[in-house]
């Protein structure tokens, strides 16, 4: 289930491709705690990670469980978690020490209703935001969305890539619909599946800065154990790990965290069209409502409307650029979310062209139909 020498077609849940993504990826870590509707996630790799030489360690809170992930991606291991709301609450001061000691982690969020326990075994999308700024402070980080079990297979290995080119932690949003629904799906083969290790100093121990800058922006980073004196805290810090409050160094070492995003917006920022070549009205959508709007885009375009969809795989970096693009092409977008409008804000915030934005929102734990996207689609 991790990639073989030939095409396997297998039957998979969401949350199974998620650990099938996750073991092709290289994770060899996992520490969590069960919570509906993730919990088999941590199933799974409690069985497939001993088979494979990894660790699992069923934690006492999901807290402790970010703190471990860390500390095993420090040890130079490729480490995750899986949670939902409450848990992915709990984790966000951990997830910013992480983003500032710039440790390689996924972190996956299967949203349901909330706040607080909320509807466990109902779909949501109402963390999209906390996932962008649920840690404090100005960091920068990765959040993408799967909206099938194909995606979550092939978007939790983007995510693993990601986090070790750029050392920072990576949110895959997954939500109960997705983590549920079983497909029957074609694996890649081994030698199809990309995987990027994190770069390792290739200086003495004596040279090396865990946090020297160079052309990439992202340190190469040393393996606890290894013999490379490695200092890590959550104060900004200087070149060598210690912290510091010289005005000069904190800019630049926050600029660099922020940059090294920036300059990879090109891989980072990932989007699927579906029939926007020629659209007047489009939707953009993400997670199990991208599936539900590619649908009602088929049946407007059956009935004559040229309608299409720009799905979001990443949230964050908002893809602005091509946003924008769509709302200069077209007259009318609908943003279908299972939330009070959270993407809506940030296509309302880029929409400089003055394209009609319509929002339909649900927030009663039921999925959002193609009929209901279908209306709006017609009606502007």
Request: aromatic letters at 6%.
């Amino acid at each position: 289930m991790i990639g073989s020498d030939q095409h396997e077609r297998v039957l998979l849940q969401g949350n199974e491709a998620i650990v099938a993504g996750a073991l092709a990826a290289g994770c060899r870590f996992f520490a969590g705690y069960p919570i509906t509707p993730a919990s088999e996630i941590s199933e799974l790799l409690s069985v497939k990670l001993p088979e494979l030489g990894g660790t699992f360690i069923q934690m006492e809170d999901e807290i402790a469980s970010m703190g471990a992930v860390l500390g095993a991606s420090l040890a130079g291991v490729k480490s995750m978690t899986a949670t939902s709301g409450p848990g992915f609450s709990l984790m966000q001061e951990n997830l910013g020490y992480g983003c500032m000691a710039e440790v390689p982690c996924v972190i996956v969020n299967v949203m349901r209703g909330g706040p607080s326990t909320g509807l466990p075994t109902c779909p949501a999308q109402g963390d999209v935001q906390m996932a962008r700024w649920g840690t404090h402070g100005d960091h920068p980080i990765i959040v993408m969305a799967v909206s099938s079990v194909a995606d979550s297979f092939s978007v939790t290995i983007k995510a693993f890539n990601l986090s070790e080119k750029y050392r920072t932690p990576v949110i895959i949003l997954s939500d109960e619909v997705v983590a549920h629904t079983r497909e029957s799906v074609t694996l890649p083969t081994s030698d199809q599946i990309k995987v990027f290790d994190r770069v390792r100093p290739d200086v003495p121990p004596e040279w090396y800065k865990p946090y020297a800058d160079n052309n990439r922006g992202v340190p190469d980073m040393a393996a606890f154990g290894d013999g490379y004196r490695h200092h890590v805290t959550g104060l900004v810090h200087d070149e060598k790990g210690y912290p510091t409050q010289n005005g000069l160094e904190v800019e630049q070492f926050l600029q660099r965290i922020h940059g090294k995003i920036s300059k990879g917006f090109q891989e980072i920022q990932v989007t699927k069209n579906h029939q926007l070549e020629d659209a007047e009205v489009f939707v953009i959508a993400y997670g199990s409502v991208a599936r539900s709007a590619l649908r009602a885009v088929r049946d407007a375009r059956a009935l004559g409307i040229k309608a299409g969809l720009l799905q979001l795989v990443t949230l964050f970096p908002f893809p602005r650029k091509v946003v924008d693009s769509y709302l200069r092409q077209c007259r009318a977008v609908i943003v279908p979310e299972m939330n009070m409008g959270q993407m809506n804000r940030e296509i309302g915030r880029v929409n400089q062209a003055g394209c009609q934005i319509v929002k339909h929102n649900r927030i009663d734990g039921h999925l959002i139909t193609p009929d209901e996207i279908l209306k709006h689609l017609a009606a502007v």
